[in-house]
């Protein structure tokens, strides 16, 4: 399926429940346009740009200099709200994950993650997952649909204000805890392409949420021709989920591989706009005990990557019931990061955040499902001619 069809299958709602028009998510330009059918001077789109972006209010009530008519109309009309908090569970290493109901009652989660100098809220873009890696929780979950640009900006907004984040008078503005935006949960990001870059440029817009491009991370298991377009429009830095050194062994835990092989995948990051020295991609390589983490297997990849400025990410496997794979032993992962390492490359090994929660690398998953459509002249219940 082409990334076109895929959009249209799987396109996010362009209304809420109440059939009111969603105005986060609109550029700039968009929202003086859908305003301007009220009759409404330019500046009032501006207004009420300030007032979401960089005040963080959730109701046009809070609009305080709007004029009280205006602020009814847009009430009844347009909608600003956040997802519904379903649940948040706190891990012991302090992580936070939130499930989070959209307006049509799918759902997705999104993880916070606290560090000592930045803190990174790792952020969905579709409800499921279009892909089947097999190690990943949430590829055994089907696709259900791709967020807009305003259910995953809506992610952001809700941390900011679940860690009370928004400027006020009465606050000082003594820096954030959110610091950092990682594009690594539930989902594809390059087959949502257009919400997730529609929603990333509003979130780098200094008038917007202001987060620079050089703190935001986007990851993709290898979406070969959104991967240049990625770095041409969005700038931001690139993850790859790589996992093998070999197609066939690839091929074999992540399907599309057999889409995009290795070679069409470590071209497009050789043209990756902006690469340096200064600005590596970052290779991501799950450690799978007897699957991948052979010393063979290690040098192998440090001969793939040569030439490619980029670290690699080893994460120890997070378990997940029935996953069917056990992680690499601290040993074989230290072999395995010494081997990189004395082959030139950065090998850090991820320390696993969020565990104990389900909210760590490759385990978040909703039960949001996929509406089955029944075809004309069959039953929902068995199918057969009605």
């Known amino acids: 399926m082409s990334i076109a069809s895929h959009a249209g299958k799987f396109a996010a709602p362009r209304t809420d429940a109440q059939g009111r028009i969603p105005l986060i998510g609109l550029n700039p330009e968009e929202l003086k346009e859908v305003l301007s059918i009220h009759n409404l001077p ?8 300030h007032w979401l972006y960089h005040r963080g209010v959730r109701d046009f009530e809070s609009m305080a200099n709007l004029p009280k008519d205006l602020r009814a109309t847009l009430t009844e009309k347009y909608s600003i709200e956040r997802p519904k908090l379903i649940t948040e569970q706190k891990s012991e290493d302090g992580t936070i994950k939130w499930l989070l109901g959209m307006s049509d009652g799918q759902q997705v989660e999104a993880v916070f993650i606290p560090e000592a100098k930045r803190g990174t809220l790792c952020v969905s873009s579709q409800v499921g997952c279009t892909l089947t890696c097999k190690f ?12 807009g640009a305003n259910e995953i900006l809506q992610q952001i907004m809700f941390a900011r204000d679940a860690l009370d984040e928004w400027p006020a008078k009465d606050k000082k503005d003594e820096g954030r805890d959110l610091t950092n935006i990682v594009m690594m949960g539930m989902g594809e990001p390059l087959y949502n392409y257009d919400n997730v870059a529609k929603a990333l440029k509003i979130c780098m817009d200094e008038d917007g949420l202001g987060i620079s491009k050089r703190r935001i991370t986007l990851s993709t298991s290898g979406v070969v021709p959104q991967i240049v377009q990625c770095g041409e429009e969005l700038n931001v830095n690139l993850a790859i989920s790589l996992h093998a050194p ?19 995948l470590l071209a497009a990051c050789r043209n990756y706009p902006g690469l340096s020295e200064n600005r590596r991609i970052t290779f991501e390589y799950v450690m799978l005990k007897d699957v991948n983490d052979s010393d063979e297997q290690a040098h192998s990849l440090a001969n793939l990557l040569r030439a490619i400025p980029c670290k690699i990410n080893l994460i120890p496997f997070n378990s997940w019931p029935g996953s069917g794979y056990e992680c690499s032993s601290g040993n074989r992962i ?36 996929r509406v089955r459509v029944t075809p004309p002249g069959k039953t929902a219940e068995d199918g057969k001619t009605a």
């Open 42 to 49: 330019g500046f009032r789109s501006k207004q009420v740009w």
């Open 136 to 147: 990943c929780h949430t590829g055994t979950q089907p696709l259900v649909r791709n967020l």
């Open 246 to 264: 070999s197609n066939e062994l690839r091929s074999s835990i992540m399907p599309i591989n057999n889409k995009y092989p290795l070679e069409e």
């Open 334 to 369: 230290d072999s395995f990061a010494r081997i990189l390492e004395e082959a030139g490359y950065d090998a850090p090994v991820r320390r696993a955040r969020g565990a104990d929660i389900l909210a760590a690398c490759g385990q978040l998953k909703s039960e949001s499902q």
